[in-house]
């Protein structure tokens, strides 16, 4: 999620654990270490693009760092305050379910995170919310503001920031239940029109949980189609997109193209340009036109580097950028409600 979002739970699970006993103490520690994980950036630097995708949500976004970092801290923060005489215990306990709590809301995102690490780096995801979502952070916002200027020993207190806390919890839970909705009519919609197909995935289409992209890979052919809740019509209109994964047959053992795959999950195409570069596209993250016009671009889009031996040794990313063109928004806004 973005960075105000893990602030703000961060800052929420902070005052609901310690508030009480000290103050916006334990909103603003926990603000802070609703941030910590993902200061994995910083290393960003110092390597390759190859190694940056692999570290990108890493072991920072672990249950096990969590558990590992959490007593360090919370020693950290009880010499800080150790007037208040809380106790090394109690914070490394606060620590410890902010971040994990960042991991948490991290895994309902399509990039998920790798939170079995160092046992796995399997990304996971359940793919039903999207990295900006008004509809989480503004109630667990509100609850935490308001709580925040009650006194510290108040009833109303804790109870206003359970609530932010409740309301933004349940959302995630609507979300998954949507998703199984939706999951469904793309399935059953497919299946009718084309047969069996491979695998599919689905996600939100923006800071929705109301307009969702369906991703279905049938040989190498990936299918995509929106689809929201308030269309009166589940019979889906797909449009073909051809994977080409003959250009990158060749390549495909080589590091560039392992990490490449590794991360998009087998959603993606492939295309060589008049100059011969080969680009690799990751399409869950979709279109720039947020797949609304015939004319968007991809926007996740990666070129392949050859080192002298001729192997994908590594690739050069485009920053994503959506098109926000007054006409798209409207478009987007009127298709969100199944216009």
């Known amino acids: ?37 993902d200061l994995d950036i910083l290393i960003n630097p110092f390597v390759d693009t190859v190694n940056e995708l692999y570290f990108h ?30 106790g ?7 620590s410890f379910w902010v971040i994990a709590t960042h991991i948490l809301i991290d895994i309902p995102t399509t990039y998920g995170t790798q939170a079995l690490q160092p046992f796995t780096n399997y990304p996971v995801t359940t793919d039903s919310i999207f990295i900006i979502d008004p509809l989480y952070t503004v109630p667990l916002l509100l609850g935490l503001l308001v709580s925040l200027f009650l006194n510290r020993t108040s009833n109303k207190r804790r109870i206003i920031n359970y609530a932010g806390l409740t309301i933004s919890t ?20 497919f299946t009718q029109q084309y047969g069996n197909y491979e695998k599919m995935k689905t996600t939100p289409n923006g800071p929705t ?15 995509h189609s929106l689809y929201s809740i308030f269309d009166e019509s589940t019979d889906l209109e797909f449009r073909s997109i051809p994977r080409n994964s003959h250009k990158i047959k060749p390549y495909i053992n080589d590091r560039a193209l392992e990490a490449l795959m590794w991360f998009s999950r087998g959603y993606y195409t492939v295309e060589e340009t008049d100059e011969g570069d080969l680009l690799y596209y990751d399409l869950r993250f979709g279109r720039d036109d947020l797949w609304l016009t015939d004319e968007g671009g991809f926007v996740w889009r990666n070129r392949l580097i050859f080192d002298d031996a001729g192997n994908a040794h590594t690739f050069e990313q485009d ?4 098109d926000a063109r007054s006409e798209n ?8 409600w199944g216009q």
């Open 1 to 37: 999620m973005d960075s105000i979002t893990q602030a703000t739970l961060g800052a929420a699970v902070g005052e609901a654990l310690l508030g009480k006993k000290v103050g916006y103490r334990a909103a603003a520690w926990g603000a802070v270490l609703g941030t910590l994980p």
């Open 57 to 86: 949500r890493n072991i920072t976004h672990s249950f096990f760092f969590a558990l590992l970092i959490s007593p360090f801290i919370g020693w950290g923060i009880d010499k800080v305050h150790a007037q208040l005489e809380i």
């Open 88 to 94: 090394w215990k109690r914070w490394a306990n606060l």
């Open 170 to 189: 349940f959302y995630l839970i609507w979300a998954l239940g949507i998703k199984a909705h939706v999951h469904g009519t793309f399935q059953e919609s």
């Open 209 to 223: 949980t109301f307009l969702w992209n369906g991703y279905i890979v049938k040989n190498d052919t990936l299918y």
């Open 319 to 322: 920053l994503p950028s959506f």
């Open 329 to 336: 928004l409207g478009l987007f806004w009127n298709r969100i």
